[in-house]
């Protein structure tokens, strides 16, 4: 039901502008552009050597993303900070899965499920190849073309929430741990910190200049002094369709007005996806 190719349901994918980076470059340069852009993933151009590996039979290929950043910061030692913002992206990097562009959307979901990430590489017929991530599958939904009748109860995730005074390390330490990309600040009610805005914060001239001339003291700021985002409430009997065509880039979360759960991209796409309830209209 979802064997529509993308060149069809996405035809201006290679239009989005992407920034890149390459195996050599630091990882400072790749986290400031990831905080800059606001992008979850920076794929890593490959060098002659850098070939790509296998995994069940999928290519991947290497990328810095958000949440990795936040994993690498989290299992340095502080002293040890200035050797990780300098490591090259090659030793840094996750693994993104591809696609060819003429595949379907049924194939792009299997990717992100087979990787875990919600962002995947579209080849090219010849370089520069794209990238596609949820967001683009979301706005299916604001165009007509995804439908889910779903509920978004069915499909909505429990909200992790920190306080706004702890400590901005041990926040970090429970996204890595609980394997979540946002909390939710206590006593805020729909307030949140991402790990995007983490590594805005981070990696602000303010922060690296700490950074520099004091590493041990980089991460030691509290929950409140990173900037937060409030997600929109939506009812917990909305269809899954409808909250979709609510999603744009900048509120890409939302909570139920019921308290204590979250929706966000994943969750309008992938969990549907998996409960067979995603269907493509016409």
Not at 256 to 281: C, H, I, N, Q, Y
């Amino acid at each position: 039901m979802l064997d529509a190719p993308l060149s069809k349901l996405l035809p201006g994918l290679f239009e989005i502008f992407r920034p890149i980076t390459t195996p050599d470059v630091p990882l400072i340069v790749a986290a400031s552009i990831l905080a800059d852009y606001e992008h979850p993933i920076v794929p890593v151009r490959r060098g002659r050597s850098q070939a790509g590996v296998e995994k069940e039979g999928l290519k991947l290929f290497r990328a810095v993303g958000g949440q990795q950043v936040i994993r690498l910061i989290v299992r340095t030692r502080p002293a040890d900070y200035q050797g990780l913002l300098w490591r090259p992206c090659s030793a840094t990097s996750i693994w993104l899965g591809a696609v060819e562009y003429g595949e379907s959307l049924e194939r792009l979901l299997r990717v992100f499920e087979l990787t875990g990430f919600g962002d995947a590489r579209v080849n090219a017929p010849a370089p520069p190849h794209g990238l596609v991530t949820l967001e683009e599958v979301v706005s299916l939904y604001g165009e007509g073309t995804l439908r889910c009748n779903a509920k978004v109860e069915e499909v909505a995730s429990r909200a992790i929430s920190v306080d706004p005074d702890a400590e901005l390390i041990d926040a970090m330490t429970t996204m890595c741990d609980r394997r979540v990309r946002r909390l939710f600040l206590s006593g805020r009610r729909g307030e949140y910190i991402s790990d995007r805005s983490i590594l805005a914060f981070l990696f602000s001239p303010r922060l690296l200049t700490v950074a520099k001339d004091s590493p041990e003291s980089w991460t030691n700021g509290k929950v409140s002094e990173v900037p937060t985002t409030t997600a929109r409430e939506v009812s917990s009997g909305d269809k899954v369709e409808d909250v979709g065509r609510l999603a744009d880039p900048d509120r890409d979360v939302f909570t139920l007005s019921e308290g204590g759960f979250l929706v966000s991209r994943w969750d309008l796409v992938m969990k549907p996806w998996k409960a067979k309830k995603l269907t493509l209209s016409g």
